[in-house]
């Protein structure tokens, strides 16, 4: 067997004992397998063995190398897991069946004009910078529940839960703790949240989604630019 997708199943069946120990069911937790940097041969195989969610951070790597591998494989959907700039809004809501980086009033007003047009929504995720980190996207926790009321208020946007990336440096247990209580108190009900090093932390904690790259496709090649 591939060695992704012998990765991917086990990290499948580590989800799938962290919802046992959480008392959840494992319906409730979707896999997003994050294949940023990674090409399609390296995608199809996990593709083959049963995985149809999967993650990318930046547009235009995305349009290169999902638009062929959807053509052939029935089922895929794909969540933009990066920051998002709002002229390139369009290509977003064209190719992503869901959004996890909503953090600012000009992505949402671009976001509400690409969706009316294109009749399409993509589910929307509103990043909280739970750290309050300068260099990291979000919003800023104490910001949170303004920002989510005016994405429906003032935009029209359906948001449907909220995401956020830890620091590096920090235990991520109490952000995650931080992210599903501004979540509740807002009615939302998804939380993306965890990745390859937490995420049975972060399903302990409710996530919904956890975002899951080297863990199954292996340690990434160096990448060029800025990375969150
Ligand atoms: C790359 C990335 C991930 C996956 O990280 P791993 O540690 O490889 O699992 C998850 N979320 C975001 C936002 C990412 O950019």
Not at 158 to 164: D, N, P, R, V, W
Request: charged share 20%; hydrophobic share 45%; with cysteine.
């Amino acid at each position: 067997m591939d060695s992704a997708a012998t990765a991917l199943s086990h990290v499948r069946g580590e989800i799938a004992r962290a919802c046992k120990d959480a008392g959840r069911d494992p319906a409730s937790v979707t896999l997003v397998a994050v294949s940023k940097t990674f090409p399609a041969e390296a995608i199809e195989p996990v593709i083959i063995a049963g995985q149809r969610v999967f993650g990318e951070n930046r547009v235009q790597e995305a349009k290169g190398k999902w638009p062929a591998l959807i053509d052939k494989h029935p089922g895929i959907e794909l969540h933009l897991i990066g920051p998002l700039q709002s002229n390139k809004a369009k290509e977003a809501v064209a190719l992503f069946d869901a959004i996890h980086s909503v953090d600012r009033t000009s992505l949402c007003e671009a976001l509400a004009k690409e969706i009316d047009k294109a009749g399409k929504a993509p589910s929307l995720f509103v990043q909280i910078n739970t750290g309050a980190e300068p260099q990291k996207a979000g919003v800023l926790p104490q910001d949170a529940d303004a920002f989510i009321k005016a994405c429906s208020a003032t935009y029209g946007l359906t948001i449907a839960g909220l995401m956020c990336i830890p620091p590096v440096e920090e235990a991520p247990g109490p952000h995650f703790a931080l992210t599903a209580k501004i979540a509740a108190r807002n009615s939302l009900k998804l939380l993306s949240m965890g990745m390859s090093a937490d995420f049975a932390d972060a399903i302990a904690l409710g996530a919904t989604h956890v975002r899951v790259g080297s863990a199954i496709f292996g340690t990434r090649p160096p990448f060029k630019g800025a990375e969150q």
